[in-house]
T-cell receptor, first 112, second 128 residues
Framework: DVVLTQSPLSLPVTLGQPASISCRSS???????????LSWFQQRPGQSPRRLIY???NRDSGVPDRFSGSGSGTDFTLKISRVEAEDVGVYYC?????????FGQGTKVEIK | QLQLPESGPGLVKPSETLSLSCSVP??????????WGWIRQPPGKGLEYIGH???????YYNPSLKGRVTLSIDTSKNQFSLRLSSVTAADTAVYYC????????????????????WGPGIVATVSS
């Protein structure tokens, strides 16, 4: 199975400051159709996950533009340009390029 | 965000079968752009893919569940369901249903998808 390794696992951030989460894959995630099926999800405390980003860098409708995704091959990054209080939660990457789909272990973002 | 409420018993005995259902807005379950899936999250842990199913009944299952899982779909009731047999305490988790947009065409049903709308989740506890 593809192993997705996120870092850091815990990310204390000052309000208004940027944050960056890495997701590294044990295998390349480019599919034969030219796309890379890597998504990012946010799970706020006590809530179900919400998709933020799909195919590496495509933001879902309603997701603030302070969230951005980038990367290729085996290295991917989720960036928050200026962290707000509502961004507290756990963030997961997920791949479905290779079977079976797998999730990263999660990165907990908290306010310092 | 699509409303996808899960339902089912919250408590199951070890070795028995866990059965959960997810309700989908009328008319959307047969949309050929979507599969319908299940994901679970053990207490304090991360997310685990369980499986996903198309309105035709074609389904994919996580091999880690070793044949214990079966998904089904009832288009007349706008519902899809999960059955997990021979449960143990390790199956205690919050179970989420989700919509699965799929590009079709260029990909097999097993790949190239994501989960774009999630239900609120339902807690299932395995205990005698």
């Amino acid at each position: 199975d593809v192993v997705l390794t996120q870092s850091p696992l815990s990310l204390p951030v000052t309000l208004g400051q940027p944050a960056s989460i890495s997701c590294r894959s044990s295998h390349g995630l480019a599919y034969g159709d030219g796309n890379t099926y890597l998504s990012w999800f946010q799970q706020r405390p006590g809530q179900s996950p919400r998709r933020l980003i799909y195919k590496v860098s495509n933001r879902d409708s309603g997701v603030p533009d302070r969230f951005s995704g980038s990367g290729s091959g085996t290295d991917f990054t989720l960036k928050i340009s200026r962290v707000e209080a509502e961004d507290v939660g756990v963030y997961y990457c997920m791949q479905s390029t290779r079977w079976p789909p797998t999730f990263g272990q999660g990165t907990k973002v908290e306010i310092k | 965000q699509l409303q996808l409420p899960e339902s089912g018993p919250g408590l199951v005995k070890p070795s028995e079968t866990l059965s959960l259902s997810c309700s989908v807005p009328p008319g959307s379950i047969t949309n050929n752009n979507y599969y319908w899936g299940w994901i679970r999250q053990p207490p304090g842990k991360g997310l685990e893919y369980i499986g996903h199913i198309y309105y035709t009944g074609s389904a994919y299952y996580n091999p880690s569940l070793k044949g214990r899982v079966t998904l089904s779909i009832d288009t007349s009731k706008n519902q899809f369901s999960l059955r997990l047999s021979s449960v143990t305490a390790a199956d205690t988790a919050v179970y989420y249903c989700a919509r699965v947009p799929h590009p079709l065409g260029s990909c097999s049903g097993a790949t190239c998808f994501s989960f774009d709308s999630w239900g609120p989740g339902i807690v299932a506890t395995v205990s005698s």
